[in-house]
């Protein structure tokens, strides 16, 4: 019976080492760390095209919507559409922070063509 119970409390102890490791470890997790701490964050599973991407800077949170399509040689993703969740969180945005996020995506999907939804499309077309 003395077994029993050390060999249950030693998998326990492990059980609660390894939820600890992939917590810490987990990317949904560090990207609500970044939203509340400004910082930029890129959380996406590019292995997955159905997922959306999410992309926290400057206190805003982004989400990217892909969509695949065909290229000269592949199957690839073609486009993105891009939004922000919180319209209120803008204030204070320069299109070199868009030009930003642009190429951090470009570099993820470098076949890809990003359109953004308003307010931030009127932003970039304005000159």
Same mark, same amino acid.
């Given at each position: 019976?003395?077994?029993?119970?050390?060999?249950?409390?030693?998998?326990?102890?492990?059980?609660?080492?390894?939820?600890?490791?992939?917590?810490?470890?987990?990317?949904?997790?560090?990207?609500?760390?970044?939203?509340?701490?400004?910082?930029?964050?890129?959380?996406?599973?590019?292995?997955?095209?159905?997922?959306?991407?999410?992309?926290?800077?400057?206190?805003?949170?982004?989400?990217?919507? %892909?969509?695949? +399509?065909? /290229?000269? @040689?592949? !199957?690839?993703?073609? =486009?993105?559409?891009?939004?922000?969740?919180?319209?209120? %969180?803008?204030? +204070?945005? /320069?299109? @070199?922070? !868009?030009?930003?996020? =642009?190429?951090?995506?470009?570099?993820?999907?470098?076949?890809?063509?990003?359109?953004?939804?308003?307010?931030?499309?009127?932003?970039?077309?304005?000159?």
């Amino acid at each position: 019976m003395g077994l029993l119970i050390r060999f249950v409390i030693i998998a326990f102890i492990v059980y609660l080492f390894y939820r600890g490791i992939r917590y810490l470890l987990d990317p949904k997790r560090k990207l609500d760390e970044a939203y509340e701490k400004e910082q930029y964050y890129f959380y996406d599973d590019v292995k997955n095209v159905r997922k959306n991407f999410f992309i926290t800077y400057k206190g805003a949170l982004f989400e990217g919507e %892909k969509y695949l +399509g065909t /290229t000269e @040689d592949s !199957f690839d993703v073609v =486009s993105i559409f891009v939004w922000v969740k919180d319209e209120t %969180k803008l204030q +204070g945005f /320069t299109k @070199d922070d !868009f030009y930003f996020l =642009s190429s951090e995506i470009t570099s993820n999907y470098p076949k890809a063509e990003i359109s953004w939804k308003n307010p931030i499309e009127e932003l970039m077309k304005a000159r």
